[in-house]
């Protein structure tokens, strides 16, 4: 008997989000494994917000042809979506009158638990972002990281397999970022975590798979190691070196090693004379075995690593060519040939989600046969029932004035 294969926890497939006139999120698909932490990042504006409030059951879709949670499907059955899915948003929404056991108490019972799990779970996740000691203090009276903390406490209330934090440490400072830093990586043993954040460096420390959007478009995925090496070019090792005066000659000589790509003469400072070199791999090995046989004296030898905040850099500012990046982030082609067209032709009619059997076609401006579900109340009246999918125009409807920007 066949089994058949287990859901991802998140599963994103051409995803399109519509404000008015603005293409915020753009044939997006990507998918997230169970116990995975996943980097989501973008300039402002990149979609990456707007993204984690359509998974979280926030905002609608404009489009998708496959968006779930944990197999379930985010739009038609959403509360089961949401039982899953411990959200923390940039903004943490807390009553600044509550005690902070009266906030967690409040938010378990929208949540349907009673009150002996209730009186379980509230000590336990307290405990656990470290605020136990705080339960009887009103949270207007915490500072910002320790209402931060509060709200991973909301987040993890119902234990949920996804954990989706929307700049999770903005607006800390140093030792608070630290700490909830800190506080996440521990979180990311138990859960699937996506994260977004505009500072690279923690990204860099917690999330060993990165997502880059820009404009609403994936630019790349793939884990750091891959990223990295794909797209930040070779190691560079610098050289500051007592080589005597035939400086071509040394230079000859370091470009001759095996795996040296380039070799540039730098400055001369003294007596040291820098060179930088380019290559795969690590190549101070065969630099140091070289100067030792050519009796150089040397003052330094280190390798410089690219960073992310470099990769992420390039990508962004259009630094790098495009052309690896759906390596990094394989699509069928019919994403790929959406995403080329939908700057020119983005869906007409706001708040749809194509059902899974419906055709969806590669070019979101077109018009498909079959049944729509629409999320608009000001399509065919708004006392139809909206549960149910009705069958497309000839001409759809234009998006509806007055959306929430």
């Not at 190691?235 to 000859?252: F, K, N, T, W, Y």
């Amino acid at each position: 008997m066949s089994v058949s294969a287990p859901h991802a926890m998140i599963e994103v497939e051409h995803l399109y989000r519509r404000y008015g006139q603005v293409l915020a999120v753009e044939d997006l698909t990507f998918r997230l494994e169970k116990g995975e932490v996943v980097g989501f990042l973008g300039p402002n504006g990149a979609g990456k917000t707007t993204t984690m409030r359509i998974l979280a059951g926030y905002l609608p879709a404009s489009k998708a042809t496959r968006l779930s949670v944990a197999g379930f499907d985010v739009l038609r059955q959403s509360i089961e979506v949401r039982r899953r899915i411990g959200y923390l948003p940039e903004s943490v929404p807390l009553y600044r009158e509550l005690r902070v056991r009266e906030m967690l108490r409040f938010h378990g019972r929208l949540h349907g638990m009673d009150r002996a799990s209730l009186a379980k779970a509230i000590p336990r996740v307290l405990d656990r972002v470290g605020v136990l000691d705080r339960r009887e203090q009103l949270v207007g009276n915490l500072s910002r990281g320790l209402r931060q903390r509060v709200g991973l406490a909301v987040a993890l209330l119902p234990n949920p397999d996804v954990l989706i934090l929307d700049e999770p440490t903005s607006g800390l400072d140093p030792l608070q970022r630290k700490e909830v830093r800190s506080l996440i990586g521990a979180l990311a043993q138990d859960h699937t975590v996506l994260l977004s954040s505009h500072i690279l460096a923690e990204i860099e420390l917690i999330c060993p798979r990165v997502i880059i959007l820009d404009r609403g478009k994936l630019l790349a995925d793939g884990t750091q190691r891959q990223l990295l090496h794909q797209l930040a070019g070779d190691q560079r090792i610098r050289l500051e070196a007592m080589c005597g005066s035939d400086v071509e000659a040394a230079r000859r000589s370091l470009a001759a090693l095996p795996g040296v790509a380039s070799v540039v003469v730098g400055e001369r400072v003294g007596i040291h004379q820098a060179f930088e070199l380019r290559g795969e791999g690590d190549l101070r090995e065969d630099v140091g075995a070289l100067a030792m046989q050519k009796g150089w004296a040397l003052r330094e030898l280190s390798l410089t690593r690219a960073t992310l905040e470099e990769v992420f850099s390039k990508l962004v500012l259009g630094e790098l060519g495009t052309a690896a990046s759906p390596a990094l982030a394989p699509a069928p082609p019919a994403a790929q040939s959406a995403a080329q067209s939908g700057a020119q032709s983005a869906p007409t009619n706001l708040l749809q989600l194509a059902l899974p059997d419906a055709k969806v076609p590669s070019d979101p401006g077109s018009k498909p046969g079959g049944a729509i579900y629409s999320l608009n109340p000001f399509d065919r009246g708004a006392s139809r029932d909206l549960s149910k999918p009705v069958p497309r125009d000839p001409e759809p409807p234009s998006d509806p004035e007055g959306c929430d920007q």
